[in-house]
């Protein structure tokens, strides 16, 4: 809480007093005696009428009860009569028999059915008087809603009361109709039935019988053919019996809904017509009675109170021979002895509890404040409400004497009514003063409940303090002034006072405090707390204004317009404060269930914890945004509701002046356009429509798919990706197919929820594909590419690869299309994902481990000691850090060469080490070779030079093998 926010409620809270006593000041009105008269004749002739309603009522239920109890015991012997013809159908065994049987059976079934009938008939005709007593009954309450004083909140309360009895009535209404229809259709059956059974006295061909007829004929006992017959007609009787009674039910049943109607529209009515006098109540206006001859009256009666003491001492001696004379009557002794025994025992009894109160209150104050750590309940809260009940004990053990010494002996003297007065208000006053003092009191140090600086607390305490004692002393000479009936003109120049006085010293309270409420503002500094800011600056002049508009329209007399706007805008500080207490209390479970689970999660290892750190200040911004934007919009709106239908209300009156019912009704255009605007139709195929606010809709929903994404990714980044412990294409790719999919599904919602059929959009998507199919040929085979590298991983990122033994490096990045390589020569290049698929890859480091063998060539010299050489080699590569001693260095002998004894030398080193590892052993190896005079040899070759015979005789050899040598090709054998 803050300033601004004590400042609004300080002048709330003097408007809520001054108008609350105003309208006490001004309840008592004078009773003419004769429309008494005439209202108690009217009253007695209503009773008159009343009773005999009730009498009527009561004879037409005795009758209904008797025909209910006829129909039932005529059901009960149908169906007993039934019974007989079915169990005789079973024991005959004639055909004639059983047909007549059956026919006699379905004549009792009918008659049952007539029973049930009249009994329900009975019980509707009694449910429909219940419901015309209940119509008198609402118009009598009609007649006296509209009939009574139809003050604010009788007002109030018969609206109430009309929604409710709107609400009955309308299930009611229900409930006939679902009975009507059911009558409906039963009356088609039993018509239905009525036409089959005449049916059978109807003769196809004109002249001739009837069916049932010729069926009696044809019986051999003539007997039985007529009792057919006479059965046949009796079951015809009994179904247009039927039909008369559900004929007549529905009669009632729509009379019943029609009187259902009827009402619903009358109570329709007076409740607009409540509505309409409410609203013009609002702008009545009370002339001022105050004028020069009041003030002056006042300053006379001041003069004279010199003299009230001794009236009140004269006074008091009347008082005691009154009393005298009561107790010379010994019949009045004991009941005056109770009397003064049950004053004493209030008295002691208020003594002793209020020193128990006093040892118990500051025990507990010093057992809080000495617990650790301290908080704000232990240390701040709970002993400064018990500071608080200490100052206040005296005052309100004082009332309770006074009140029941007024109850104990039954007197209207105006000393102990303006004493029960004066201890109520002042008990009010030392709690609420207590209540500044522990919320802003500068001199209680870190006590104080408000954390707000020094300057602005003395400030506000100041004025609260001043602002509370003037209303105490202002209120209570007002109280008792009313109780001696002094003059009213006098009384409410005194309200008058005291609303500028309290108007005045608030204002100078906010005046000066403009930035302590946007101090206190949770998270002051984010998005949200700065428009917060804004809001309240530019809220904050206009509701200064607001206040001192308020007291004009008081002080010009329209009491009850003050009255509704004050009420209006205590609830929205009401809902305004419901809701910053709900904000900072879900704010502190969020808080404290994340440090509860930080200090669970640093048990863990410190590559975890701080995974899981960040996981839970993710959620926690996620929540925290929720809950911000969230209690936002729904206070918003719900002040807006509240602010929207008082304004409607005053608005609509028709004593509204015209400025302001235009200015209203501006207002609510603009709002109205806007709607409208929003809800314009714009017709498509297949006779589906969109409008802007369902685009709107599906923009949003596209937006949060949006948001959700980014929250997702970090979700996998904070609790998947680092369990799981992918590597970065994995987590790439499939951060990557979440949030097209999340998208894909938002963009079908959002179009779908915007009216926009995707049937429209089937040939487009057709030529799409089409365009995709020839002109991104290349493209989708680099998508498909990379799909297949996300699930077969021939490559990830980080990997030393050869490709065509064209292009080396280590890959930076895989995307759905291209992967970047980045070169040994510090070059980047994008590579088609299709060239991995189709070309030849070496991947250095596919094995895992990130070992690579290597092999050094070295020759020495023809002569050199060959166990001595491999000793070297192998101490050289044992001796260097970089090469693994598992798998194990290996020395080979390769060949004999040209110049030198060649060896191969075999290891294993890191790939990212093996170059260097190949220098490092090159140096050691020369080295090592000289210090054990191994020489490496330069490439040398022996010439050798010999006399041969001249070159003709050594063709002439060939020349003497024969003629099977082939001279093309010869052979030379050595």
């Not at 053990?397 to 208000?425: D, E, H, K, R």
Request: glycine share 4%; proline share 3%; hydrophobic share 45%.
């Amino acid at each position: 809480m803050t300033t601004k926010k004590l400042t609004f409620v300080i002048i709330i809270l003097a408007s809520i007093i001054h108008l609350a006593l105003f309208k006490v000041g001004h309840c008592s009105q004078a009773t003419d005696i004769g429309s008494i008269a005439v209202e108690r004749t009217e009253v007695q002739g209503k009773e008159k009428e009343a009773e005999e309603t009730r009498r009527i009522e009561e004879e037409t239920r005795k009758v209904a009860e008797e025909e209910k109890v006829r129909a039932e015991f005529e059901k009960k012997e149908a169906l007993k009569k039934e019974e007989i013809a079915v169990q005789k159908k079973l024991e005959e065994t004639s055909p004639e028999k059983k047909r007549v049987l059956g026919v006699e059976a379905d004549v009792y079934r009918q008659k049952s059915f007539v029973a049930t009938l009249k009994d329900e008939l009975i019980t509707v005709g009694t449910e429909n008087l219940e419901g015309r007593a209940e119509f008198k009954r609402i118009q009598k309450n009609i007649v006296e809603m509209l009939g009574g004083e139809n003050t604010p909140t009788e007002i109030a309360t018969e609206l109430d009361v009309i929604k409710v009895e709107s609400k009955r009535i309308q299930d009611k209404v229900k409930a006939i109709q679902s009975l009507l229809s059911a009558t409906e259709k039963q009356k088609s059956i039993i018509i239905e039935g009525l036409k089959n059974a005449r049916a059978d006295f109807t003769s196809t061909i004109p002249g001739e019988k009837s069916s049932i007829e010729k069926e009696a004929e044809e019986f051999s006992d003539k007997a039985q053919g007529e009792l057919l017959v006479e059965l046949a007609n009796l079951r015809v009787r009994h179904i247009e019996e039927q039909n008369n009674l559900v004929e007549k039910k529905a009669v009632v049943l729509r009379e019943r809904l029609e009187l259902c109607d009827v009402l619903l529209g009358r109570l329709a009515g007076v409740e607009k017509e409540l509505s309409q006098i409410r609203a013009a109540n609002v702008w009545a206006r009370r002339e001022s009675k105050i004028s020069t001859n009041t003030v002056i009256e006042g300053l006379t009666d001041i003069k004279v109170l010199k003299d009230k003491p001794f009236d009140f001492y004269k006074a008091s001696g009347q008082n005691l021979k009154k009393l005298s004379i009561y107790l010379s009557n010994t019949e009045n002794i004991p009941a005056f002895i109770v009397k003064v025994v049950i004053i004493v025992f209030v008295i002691s009894l208020t003594f002793f509890a209020r020193r128990f109160l006093n040892k118990w209150a500051n025990r507990k104050i010093d057992r809080f404040t000495a617990i650790s750590p301290q908080t704000f309940y232990t240390y701040e809260l709970i002993p400064g409400l018990l500071r608080i009940m200490l100052k206040t004990l005296t005052m309100f053990f004082l009332f309770v004497i006074t009140l029941t010494i007024s109850l104990t002996i039954p007197s209207n003297a105006p000393v102990i009514l303006s004493a029960i007065y004066g201890f109520a208000i002042l008990s009010i006053y030392k709690f609420l003063r207590g209540t500044v003092v522990e919320s802003l009191s500068p001199y209680t140090g870190e006590r104080r409940w408000i954390p707000i600086t020094y300057s602005s607390a003395r400030h506000i305490f100041k004025g609260l303090n001043r602002i509370l004692l003037f209303s105490a002393i202002t209120i209570t000479l007002i109280f008792v002034l009313n109780v001696y009936s002094y003059k009213k003109d006098v009384i409410e120049l005194l309200w008058f006072i005291y609303r500028i006085v309290t108007i005045f010293l608030a204002i100078w309270i906010a005046a000066s405090q403009r930035s302590v409420l946007l101090k206190l503002l949770p998270y002051s500094e984010s998005v949200l707390g700065k428009f917060v800011n804004k809001v309240i600056n530019v809220l904050y002049p206009l509701l200064i204004a607001f206040i001192v508009l308020l007291f004009a329209i008081r002080s010009l007399g329209y009491a009850l317009l003050t009255y509704t706007l004050v009420v209006t805008l205590i609830k929205s500080v009401i809902v305004s404060i419901i809701a910053y207490v709900i904000y900072r209390f879900l704010l502190r479970r969020l808080l404290f269930s994340r440090e509860r689970k930080l200090k669970l999660g640093r048990q863990l290892d410190e590559e975890e914890f701080e995974s899981e750190k960040g996981s839970l200040n993710l959620r926690f911004r996620g929540y925290k945004c929720l809950l911000d934007y969230g209690i936002l919009i729904v206070t918003v709106i719900i002040i807006f509701g509240m602010w929207n239908d008082t304004f409607k209300g005053v608005a609509s009156s028709p004593a509204a002046p015209e400025l302001f019912r235009s200015v209203y009704e501006s207002v609510l255009y603009v709002f109205v356009s806007i709607k409208n605007s929003l809800m314009y139709k714009f017709v498509l195929a297949e006779g589906r429509y969109t409008t802007p606010f369902k685009m709107l809709i599906g923009i949003l929903v596209l937006v949060a798919a949006f948001i959700c994404t980014r929250y997702l990714r970090s979700v996998l980044r904070a609790k998947v990706y680092e369990k799981a412990q992918l590597e970065m294409s994995a987590r790439r790719a499939i951060s990557s197919g979440v949030s097209y999919f999340i998208i894909g599904i938002a963009v079908i919602i959002g179009l779908n929820i915007a009216g926009i059929p995707l049937r429209s959009l089937a040939i487009f998507a057709g030529a799409f594909g089409i365009g995709l199919g020839f002109g991104m040929q290349n493209i989708i085979n680099n998508l498909v590419s990379g799909i297949i590298i996300f699930f077969e991983k021939p490559i990830k990122i980080g990997d030393v690869i050869t490709l065509d033994n064209d292009i080396a490096g280590k890959v930076e990045k895989i995307s759905i299309r291209s992967t970047v390589v980045n070169t040994f020569d510090r070059k980047t290049v994008v590579v088609p994902n299709s060239k991995f698929l189709e070309s030849n890859v070496i991947n250095w480091m596919h094995g895992g481990d990130m070992l690579l063998r290597s092999k050094v060539v070295v020759g020495v010299a023809y002569g050199s000691d060959t166990e001595l050489v491999k000793e070297c080699l192998l101490k050289v590569m044992d001796s260097h850090p970089d090469v693994e001693k598992e798998p194990a260095p290996v020395v080979r002998f390769a060949e004999f060469g040209d110049s030198s004894l060649n060896f191969e030398l075999y290891f294993w080193a890191h790939i990212f080490k093996r170059w260097i590892t190949i220098s490092d052993l090159n140096f050691a190896i020369d080295k090592i070779f000289r210090e054990n005079n191994i020489e490496i040899p330069f490439p040398q070759r022996d010439l050798h030079i010999r006399s041969e015979k001249p070159i003709d005789t050594k063709f002439k050899m060939f020349t003497d093998k024969g003629s099977d040598v082939d001279l093309e090709n010869p052979q030379i054998d050595e």
